[in-house]
T-cell receptor
Framework: QKEVEQNSGPLSVPEGAIASLNCTYSDRVSQSFFWYRQYSGKSPELIMSIYSNGDKEDGRFTAQLNKASQYVSLLIRDSQPSDSATYLCAVSRIYGNKLVFGAGTILRVKS | DAGVTQSPTHLIKTRGQHVTLRCSPISGHKSVSWYQQVLGQGPQFIFQYYEKEERGRGNFPDRFSARQFPNYSSELNVNALLLGDSALYLC?????????????FGQGTRLTVV
């Protein structure tokens, strides 16, 4: 079992729709969760961090965390073609020294 | 403020050679981590350094080594390069080492081993 699992996609959504990206993790000691966006040929860019159960909103992005289910998700409202990228989920322990990444989900927003 | 800077951006090496990659963290950040990303996968942790001390090491062979300098910049060295070392090497900068600290990546160094 991989430590962090994501559906590889591609996930295709029409412009203006809500994109829902999911991530599960196996290490119950994980305490911090991050979403990175990576455009083709570029490096990962941090878009959201979440540490507590519930929702955290930042502009068009909402991260959702459920530690009991070991599940974290990212919602992108009003999806734009510029949101087309690979979205990486990363987790770490509170006293950990490394990020553990999933393989990423490819998102395609069609205009 | 400048973000994380890495050099070089691209590099082509021959099998058996060695390579040195460099990273300057965000001003004020004392922790630097190195990751390797191969096509189609997420980044894999190689090393973390904080205040010039190694704080973590991933599952990579001893051919990989790193160090951090007094100005918090860092370099990653890889000896006896193999074809499988071809990847995007990423440096991440963070304020501290605790897991709730956000990490910011540089643009990466694309290493091709031929």
């Amino acid at each position: 079992q991989k430590e962090v699992e994501q559906n590889s996609g591609p996930l295709s959504v029409p412009e203006g729709a809500i994109a829902s990206l999911n991530c599960t993790y196996s290490d119950r000691v994980s305490q911090s969760f991050f979403w990175y966006r990576q455009y083709s040929g570029k490096s990962p860019e941090l878009i959201m961090s979440i540490y507590s159960n519930g929702d955290k909103e930042d502009g068009r992005f909402t991260a959702q965390l459920n530690k009991a289910s070991q599940y974290v998700s990212l919602l992108i409202r009003d999806s734009q073609p510029s949101d087309s990228a690979t979205y990486l989920c990363a987790v770490s322990r509170i006293y950990g020294n490394k990020l553990v990444f999933g393989a990423g989900t490819i998102l395609r927003v069609k205009s | 403020d400048a973000g994380v800077t890495q050099s070089p951006t691209h590099l082509i090496k021959t099998r058996g050679q060695h390579v040195t990659l460099r990273c300057s963290p965000i001003s004020g950040h004392k922790s630097v981590s190195w990751y390797q990303q191969v096509l189609g996968q997420g980044p894999q942790f190689i090393f973390q350094y904080y205040e010039k001390e190694e704080r973590g090491r991933g599952n990579f062979p001893d051919r990989f080594s790193a160090r951090q300098f007094p100005n918090y910049s860092s370099e990653l060295n890889v000896n006896a390069l193999l074809l499988g070392d071809s990847a995007l090497y990423l440096c991440a900068s963070s304020l501290r080492t605790q897991g709730d600290t956000e990490a910011f990546f540089g643009q990466g160094t694309r290493l091709t081993v031929v």
